[in-house]
Nanobody, 115 residues
Framework: AQVVESGGGLVQTGGSLRLSCTAS????????MAWFRQGPGKEREFVAS????????YYADSVKGRFTISRDIAKNTVYLQMNNLRLEDTAVYYC?????????WGQGTQVTVSS
């Protein structure tokens, strides 16, 4: 099983990007899907999650109101819509698929926000 991120890139402050994470080899609707990020010189931190059991979503305080996580079960894909991007959002963004038994990480996608 694996998860693969895409959609990163270079964007100016105030701009938007949509990240995608496509899962394969696992039963997608049995996994909570989450996004984490790791900025330069920083530890990896939680960004957002979408719980498979009830569809609940959770966000880090730093992204609330700007980022939206969503899931397309038909496409085995989770998205992270990022609006009003800030310099401090610059990071490698990682997708994580979590179940009661295992979890999978993607290789990450770089998001760079410039002024």
């Amino acid at each position: 099983a694996q998860v693969v991120e895409s959609g990163g890139g270079l964007v100016q402050t105030g701009g938007s990007l949509r990240l995608s994470c496509t899962a394969s080899g696992l039963t997608f609707n049995q996994y909570t899907m989450a996004w984490f990020r790791q900025g330069p010189g920083k530890e990896r931190e939680f960004v957002a999650s979408h719980v498979h059991k009830d569809g609940s979503t959770y966000y880090a305080d730093s992204v609330k109101g700007r980022f939206t996580i969503s899931r397309d079960i038909a496409k085995n894909t989770v998205y992270l819509q990022m609006n009003n991007l800030r310099l401090e959002d610059t990071a490698v963004y990682y997708c994580n698929a979590i179940s009661d038994y295992d979890n999978y990480w993607g290789q990450g996608t770089q998001v760079t926000v410039s002024s």
